[in-house]
């Protein structure tokens, strides 16, 4: 059964550094790799999503990479900004196209 | 574009009493889900619907039931609440042969 892991379950790094998100999965039979991002009382907004044939997905800030074989996918966010400030989710999608998801990342970035 | 809309945001019940939580979303997508979120945990899905007229089970499906109503809504039902289904529900939905979710932003159910 596929199981999702992301740590640390809470981060706080000062504004203006770059910084990594983890997230391992077990199985590597996946189909995509999604990073969500949710902020306090709000659903979860998509940030990247990277095939099974891909490595890396990039938008702006952020670059999502995937190494199917070691089980695992890194957020990577440059130059940080208080309004990165949420809680950053990973879900792997399995054999039967259903995302299995991560706990999520507490990301506080101080001013 | 209102994308994913769910209703109520907040709901408090006893135990015992049974609700339904709504949800439509105006993207015309094919697939909805409902998810459960609870703290320290991923979210886990509860029933999804592959399109219109179909539903399934999801990982935690027991004591909840499911409408898809239309291709737009798909509602959830808690016919007996109990405290162990306090959480937050999010519905989302995909498209037809694309994987990109969209969510709602959340019902906030507190069962006493």
């Known amino acids: 059964k596929q199981e999702v892991t992301q740590i640390p379950a809470a981060l706080s790094v000062p504004e203006g550094e770059n910084l990594v998100l983890n997230c391992s999965f077990t199985?590597?039979?996946?189909?995509?790799l999604q990073w969500f991002r949710q902020d306090p009382g709000k659903g979860l907004t998509s940030l990247l999503l990277?095939?099974?044939s891909q490595r890396e997905q990039t938008s702006g800030r952020l670059n999502a990479s995937l190494d199917k074989s070691s089980g695992r996918s890194t957020l990577y966010i440059a130059a940080s900004q208080p309004g990165d400030s949420a809680t950053y989710l990973c879900?792997?999608?399995?054999?039967?196209?259903?995302?299995?998801w991560g706990a999520g990342t507490k990301l506080i970035i101080k001013p | 574009n209102a994308g994913v809309t769910q209703t109520p945001k907040f709901q408090v019940l006893k135990t015992g009493q049974s609700m339904t939580l709504q949800c439509a979303q105006d993207?015309?997508?094919?697939?909805m889900y409902w998810y459960r979120q609870d703290p320290g945990m991923g979210l886990r899905l509860i029933y999804y619907?592959?399109?219109?007229?179909?539903?399934d089970k999801g990982e935690v499906p027991n004591g909840y039931n499911v409408s898809r109503l239309n291709k737009r809504e798909f509602s959830l039902r808690l016919e007996s609440a109990a405290p162990s289904q306090t959480s937050v529900y999010f519905c989302?939905?995909?498209?037809?042969?694309?994987?990109?979710?969209?969510f709602g932003q959340g019902t906030r159910l507190t069962v006493v």
């Open positions: 993207m015309n997508h094919n697939s």
């Open positions: 990277i095939q099974s």
């Open positions: 199985d590597s039979a996946i189909y995509n």
């Open positions: 879900a792997a999608m399995d054999s039967n196209y259903q995302l299995i």
């Open positions: 989302a939905s995909t498209p037809l042969g694309g994987w990109n979710a969209f």
């Open positions: 619907s592959a399109s219109e007229g179909t539903t």
